[in-house]
Each structure stands twice: as structure tokens, then as C-alpha cells.
Nanobody, 124 residues
Framework: EVQLQASGGGLVQVGGSLRLSCAAS????????IAWFRQAPGKEREGVSC????????NYADSAEGRFTISLDNAKNMVYLQMNSLKPEDTAVYYC?????????????????WGQGTQVTVSS
């Protein structure tokens, strides 16, 4: 059974940093791409970043490019999202998700496995 558990959210000031973690079980990164999505109140869920171990690729939404870094630790089955220079508009619930589609496209319908979210709040 594939399970994903996101953690690491919290309250941070504008310009601050957070590192989100996603603990994955029941899968190997050889077979799944892992992505971070987020959903702010009243808004649709949007893709933030994705990483594919088998394809040796990662990508980012424009809003995350240059500020966020996705990485994985294959030995620990963990995926991380380092978020720097945080802005109020980054406030959202962040979810990690897994997809057998390994081309790392940030479309939520491609991701069949989801973890619970972790709240990120950026205060000004």
C-alpha cells in the first residue's frame, strides 16, 4: 500500500524558509514520480514541484522557480521541498503526491496517491 506523509509546515515570516518532508512507503522512486501541490483557501490545487528519480528530472511551477528546491533521499524514501524567500502568497496547505507517470508533469489528475497536507502560513 502506497502511503505518503507530509510534514514540516508551520508559521514563518516573509522572507523566511521552511523545509517540507514527505515520507513515502509502499513504493520505490524507481517507479514513481513525487510532486508537491498546494491549495490555498478558495483556490484550486496547484502543482509546485515534481521530481522523478528514474527520469533524473525535476521541474517547478513558475511561482516556485528560483526559490524552492525539491530533492529526494532514495535510501530513506524521503522527498523534501526546501522553500526559501517565502511570500504571503505561498500560504497554503501543501500535499505530496505520487504518480506512476514519471515524466513529472504537474497535473494533479496524473497523481493517484496523496498524503495528508501540511499547513504553511507566511505572515507579513
Amino acid at each position: 500500500e502506497v502511503q505518503l506523509q507530509a510534514s514540516g509546515g508551520g508559521l514563518v515570516q516573509v522572507g523566511g524558509s521552511l523545509r517540507l518532508s514527505c515520507a513515502a512507503s509502499g513504493l520505490t522512486f524507481d517507479d514513481y514520480a513525487i510532486a508537491w501541490f498546494r491549495q490555498a483557501p478558495g483556490k484550486e490545487r496547484e502543482g509546485v514541484s515534481c521530481i522523478s528519480y528514474s527520469a533524473s528530472s525535476s521541474n517547478y511551477a513558475d511561482s516556485a522557480e528560483g526559490r524552492f528546491t525539491i530533492s529526494l533521499d532514495n535510501a530513506k524514501n524521503m522527498v523534501y521541498l526546501q522553500m526559501n524567500s517565502l511570500k504571503p502568497e505561498d500560504t497554503a496547505v501543501y500535499y505530496c503526491a505520487a504518480s506512476t507517470w514519471q515524466q513529472c508533469m504537474l497535473h494533479s489528475q496524473l497523481f493517484g496517491f496523496w498524503g495528508q497536507g501540511t499547513q504553511v502560513t507566511v505572515s507579513s
